[in-house]
């Protein structure tokens, strides 16, 4: 589904579409709210925030972590396979976070925004180049734009940063980074729609 929803925006983008994607967006940006958790079977678990990120949210479930012995890309380095259990539902973004919606941060902060790796000057392109520090920071502000609990505790003192985890962090409802399991735990599910996407859009073109 994460897979489904990006590709989907990039393809719409290549075909020139880009104006009526951001007219859809920003109209489901006006009618923002997080949907409750989801039920099994479920039509719709996605919604746009107000700051016009659109996120997946997936259920709990069981999975296998670890990469198999044959998958592409496998380092052995503690790959050891094993079920893992989501016990809560989580959203995720189906893009990187952008320099567009960065800047809407890094304006409101009164901190400097760092190039990125890239030639490109839309602001469509991921934000790169950031600390773990500015991420958690980031986070902890998209939690304050919308009234949400903060999910990290940052005490600045002199040059140096402490970030602390609030207790019980995983049940607020602020915006947070994934832990390792949720973040494989959303691309794997993903994974189970590469196939049914390919079969209706070319991907080649799409890439």
Not at 156 to 177: H, N, T
Not at 196 to 204: A, F
């Amino acid at each position: 589904m994460l897979f489904r929803s990006s590709a989907c925006e990039l393809v719409l983008r290549r075909w020139g579409e880009k104006e009526r994607l951001k007219t859809a967006q920003e109209k489901l940006k006006q009618q923002a709210q997080r949907p409750p958790a989801p039920k099994e079977n479920e039509p719709r678990r996605w919604f746009v925030d107000k700051q016009g990120q659109t996120f997946v949210v997936f259920p709990p479930g069981v999975f296998t972590m670890g990469s198999p012995t044959d998958e592409r890309g496998r380092i052995e380095v503690n790959e050891r396979q094993h079920r893992r259990r989501i016990e809560r539902s989580f959203a995720i973004a189906t893009t990187e976070v952008t320099r567009a919606q960065y800047a809407v941060f890094a304006k409101a902060e009164g901190i400097e925004q760092r190039e990125t790796r890239t030639d490109s000057k839309t602001g469509d392109e991921p934000q790169t180049t950031v600390t773990w520090y500015d991420a958690v920071r980031y986070c902890n502000w998209l939690s304050e734009q919308e009234g949400l609990t903060p999910c990290y505790r940052i005490r600045v003192s002199g040059k140096e940063v402490i970030v602390a985890m609030e207790p019980d962090f995983l049940k607020a409802d602020g915006y947070r980074l994934p832990t390792e399991a949720e973040w494989e735990y959303a691309c794997r599910r993903s994974e189970e729609h590469t196939s049914e996407l390919q079969s209706r859009v070319d991907i080649s073109y799409a890439v």
